[in-house]
């Protein structure tokens, strides 16, 4: 089970770090990723962390912005986001996996809210 956690409300040019716990069983051995998903859009793939942290994976639009980090020992994903605009308002997901496409993850959280605004 996976729990997302740390959205909200902030202004454009804010910061925000999310979570991601899981719990129940170790992803210490599987990569992990966070998407987002605006009102009326596809699940669109954010960024991705290898199981030993030793390669990660942006997406071009938060690229310098956002950051993708884990604890293995908290069994906890991160995702720092900084400099937030307006477009990155969605319901952030984690996920188990690796790769882009959301096909290629198992597990998801339930998602947690951001919202930017202007």
């Known amino acids: 089970q996976l729990q997302a956690s740390g959205g909200g409300l902030v202004q454009a040019g804010g910061s925000l770090r999310l979570s991601c716990a899981a719990s129940?069983?170790?992803?210490?051995?599987?990569?992990m990723g966070w998407f987002r998903q605006a009102p009326g859009k596809e699940r669109e793939f954010v960024a991705g962390?290898?199981?030993?942290?030793?390669?990660?994976y942006i997406a071009d639009s938060v690229k310098g912005r956002f950051t993708i980090s884990r604890d293995n020992a908290k069994n906890t994903s991160y995702l720092q986001m900084n400099s937030l605009k307006s477009e990155d308002t969605a319901v952030y997901y984690c996920?188990?996996?690796?790769?882009?496409?959301?096909?290629?993850?198992?597990?998801w959280g339930q998602g947690t809210q951001v919202t930017v605004s202007s």
């Open positions: 962390i290898s199981w030993s942290a030793g390669n990660t």
């Open positions: 996920g188990v996996g690796w790769g882009t496409s959301a096909g290629r993850y198992d597990y």
């Open positions: 129940g069983r170790t992803f210490s051995s599987n990569g």
